[in-house]
């Protein structure tokens, strides 16, 4: 069994434009935790079954995937499967689809697999966003973290004939009418880009006009049809679509240029905006030292592989590896920030 794609009847509030109660979301999180629960345990049966070679945590791993086929969080796990397969990290891999309310439906399942150490799952920036947002019973201090991975920048882009042609061009218009500038994005990440760019260049949020889309795909829809003038997108979403001539890209959201990427950063233009989504890998809670040791040791080996470095490159991924006391206090300040993002939009 290659995969197992769990798909109870949610889905992420920000991303299909429906705002979920905090009450709601914890129903559709019990709801779809029983029953990704027993897929997932089907999953871990198979898998430690066809293991005979190997021994301990190398012998079987399954990846969760909190999200659909096709997504970031997805790539991350089958890219990370891929290379642990070629290179004999550990002797079966496998990923398993568990999809619902920004990645805290998986979230609440790892925090239930607590002490079982062959498991790992992707998450990152969104998903610390969606456990804050809707008041998830478990948090990334439930867990075990091992390590932050990689990230990707989102890019502001306009459509191709927009008048703008720089980001001061766009946000001076942007301050003169904030109605004059509908915004929107792939998803809650890209919702926090636009809000922090609006705070720091002294904007009210409670003005912003923002479009719900889901995914890079509807999200330059909307441009192309003039529901929205600007967006804040993945650059692995968006740079086809740049490359193609019908999107105009007017900066990169990073602190220091990135190689590679001819777009000058945000923080060149004068706006300290520096959101970057990034994943990490992280395992159930109560393990012992030794399974937390030889779990890092995986992940480490796994970023180290040909096969990664070479999905580094194909997805324009930017390499950031963070573990230890580094980790725990870089995701301290990540909750800070979001927390405080979320706050100014009222979420």
């Known amino acids: 069994m290659e995969s197992q794609?769990?798909?109870?009847?949610?889905?992420?509030?920000?991303?299909?434009?429906?705002?979920?109660?905090?009450?709601?979301?914890?129903?559709?999180?019990?709801?779809?935790?029983?029953?990704?629960?027993?897929?997932?345990?089907?999953?871990?049966?198979?898998?430690?079954?066809?293991a005979e070679s190997g021994s301990g945590l190398r012998s079987s791993m399954t990846i969760v995937a909190p999200a659909a086929a096709g997504g970031g969080w997805d790539t991350v796990a089958r890219e990370m499967q891929q290379a642990q397969r070629a290179n004999g990290i550990v002797n079966n891999t496998q990923v398993v689809n568990m999809p619902g309310a920004a990645g805290t439906i998986a979230l609440e399942n790892l925090g239930v697999l607590a002490g079982?150490?062959?498991?790992l799952m992707v998450g990152g920036t969104g998903q610390l966003a969606g456990?804050?947002?809707?008041?998830?019973?478990?948090?990334?201090?439930?867990?075990?973290?091992?390590a932050v991975t990689v990230e990707e920048y989102d890019v502001i882009v306009v459509p191709a004939d927009s008048p703008y042609n720089s980001l001061d061009e766009l946000v001076t218009a942007w301050k003169q009418d904030p109605s004059?500038?509908?915004?929107?994005?792939?998803?809650?990440?890209?919702?926090?880009?636009?809000?922090?760019?609006?705070?720091?260049?002294?904007?009210?949020?409670?003005?912003?006009?923002?479009?719900?889309?889901?995914?890079?795909?509807?999200?330059?829809?909307?441009?192309?049809?003039?529901?929205?003038?600007?967006?804040?997108?993945?650059?692995?979403?968006?740079?086809?679509?740049?490359?193609?001539?019908?999107?105009?890209?007017?900066?990169?959201?990073?602190?220091?240029?990135?190689?590679?990427?001819?777009?000058?950063?945000?923080?060149?233009?004068?706006?300290?905006?520096?959101?970057?989504?990034?994943?990490i890998l992280l395992a159930p809670g109560k393990l012992s030292d030794e399974e937390k040791s030889e779990l890092e040791s995986i992940v480490v080996e796994t970023v180290e592989t040909p096969e990664w470095?070479?999905?580094?490159?194909n997805y324009h991924w930017n390499e950031n590896v963070?573990?230890?006391?580094?980790?725990?206090?870089?995701?301290?300040?990540?909750?800070?920030?979001i927390s405080d993002l979320q706050e100014e939009l009222g979420l």
Do not use: C
């Open 309 to 313: 470095q070479a999905a580094i490159e």
């Open 180 to 279: 004059s500038v509908a915004w929107t994005g792939g998803g809650a990440f890209d919702q926090l880009v636009v809000a922090d760019l609006a705070l720091s260049s002294g904007l009210d949020v409670d003005d912003m006009v923002y479009v719900n889309s889901d995914g890079g795909g509807e999200a330059t829809q909307a441009m192309i049809n003039g529901t929205a003038q600007a967006s804040a997108s993945g650059y692995p979403d968006t740079i086809d679509q740049i490359e193609a001539g019908r999107l105009k890209a007017l900066a990169l959201v990073a602190e220091e240029p990135v190689e590679g990427i001819d777009i000058p950063t945000t923080v060149e233009q004068g706006h300290d905006v520096t959101l970057a989504n990034w994943r």
């Open 131 to 146: 456990y804050l947002q809707y008041g998830s019973k478990t948090t990334y201090d439930d867990v075990t973290p091992l």
């Open 116 to 119: 079982e150490p062959n498991h």
């Open 5 to 50: 794609n769990i798909s109870p009847e949610t889905t992420s509030p920000h991303t299909q434009g429906i705002r979920i109660t905090k009450k709601q979301s914890k129903w559709l999180t019990v709801v779809g935790g029983v029953f990704s629960a027993a897929v997932i345990g089907s999953a871990l049966f198979v898998s430690a079954s066809s």
């Open 322 to 337: 963070i573990t230890g006391d580094e980790l725990k206090s870089f995701l301290q300040e990540e909750t800070e920030k």
